[in-house]
């Protein structure tokens, strides 16, 4: 990849990626922790098709796919919590 912008989101995508996991672990987050994480998923499916478009910074594209990382772990953790929580294992 050559040296060119920022790619979309990408930041809004490691951050939104990041909180998801520490959010997915207290109790009344947890629905707002996966919907961060579904939101980091898709901004980083709509950066990955600007991708393709044209030349984006090599570093955007690594915070983008970390983002997208994290975003997936963090929503399995959400998910998992909230079933946990809905089913009254954790009561």
């Given at each position: ?48 098709g ?11 594209v ?30």
């Amino acid at each position: 990849m050559k040296t060119g912008g920022e790619l979309p989101l990408n930041v809004v995508t490691l951050v939104f990626g990041g909180l998801s996991i520490p959010l997915a672990f207290a109790r009344q987050l947890c629905v707002p922790a996966l919907i961060m994480g579904l939101l980091a998923i898709a901004f980083h499916m709509w950066g990955r098709g600007k991708q393709k478009q044209g030349t984006w910074s090599e570093g955007s594209v690594k915070r983008s796919r970390l983002g997208f990382k994290l975003a997936m772990a963090g929503g399995i953790c959400a998910l998992a919590m909230w079933v946990l929580w809905a089913t009254g294992v954790l009561l």
